[in-house]
Nanobody, 117 residues
Framework: QVHLVESGGGLVQPGGSLRLSCAAS????????MGWYRQPPGKQRELVAR???????NYADSVKGRFTISRDGAKNTVYLQMNTLKPEDTAVYYC???????????WGQGTQVTVSS
């Protein structure tokens, strides 16, 4: 079992920045990759960014150059630095952890990000 807790969401003006954090606990040694998804109001959930155990990253085209995913192994925490935020970035952001051996993706409870003036 892996337990994920997100933090750092909130209200920010367009052009502003936020940093989301995701703290993992439990069977973290089995985690192969961690990522961030988001679900805008009335839309489907989408992958925002992912980072593998080896440090490889990938991003949705809509956030490339603005968002950066990183991790702190000592703290078992993954971050999503979001810069130059746009109203269309408004969504509930979810942290996930993938364990390939059991083909399972764990989810956090989500944190709201609202970009509005």
């Amino acid at each position: 079992q892996v337990h994920l807790v997100e933090s750092g969401g909130g209200l920010v003006q367009p052009g502003g920045s936020l940093r989301l954090s995701c703290a993992a606990s439990g069977s973290i040694i089995n985690i192969d990759a961690m990522g961030w998804y988001r679900q805008p109001p009335g839309k489907q959930r989408e992958l925002v960014a992912r980072i593998t155990r080896g440090g490889n990253t990938n991003y949705a085209d809509s956030v490339k150059g603005r968002f950066t995913i990183s991790r702190d192994g000592a703290k078992n925490t993954v971050y999503l630095q979001m810069n130059t935020l746009k109203p269309e970035d408004t969504a509930v952001y979810y942290c996930t952890a993938i364990v390939y051996a059991v083909e399972y993706e764990y989810w956090g409870q989500g944190t709201q990000v609202t970009v509005s003036s």
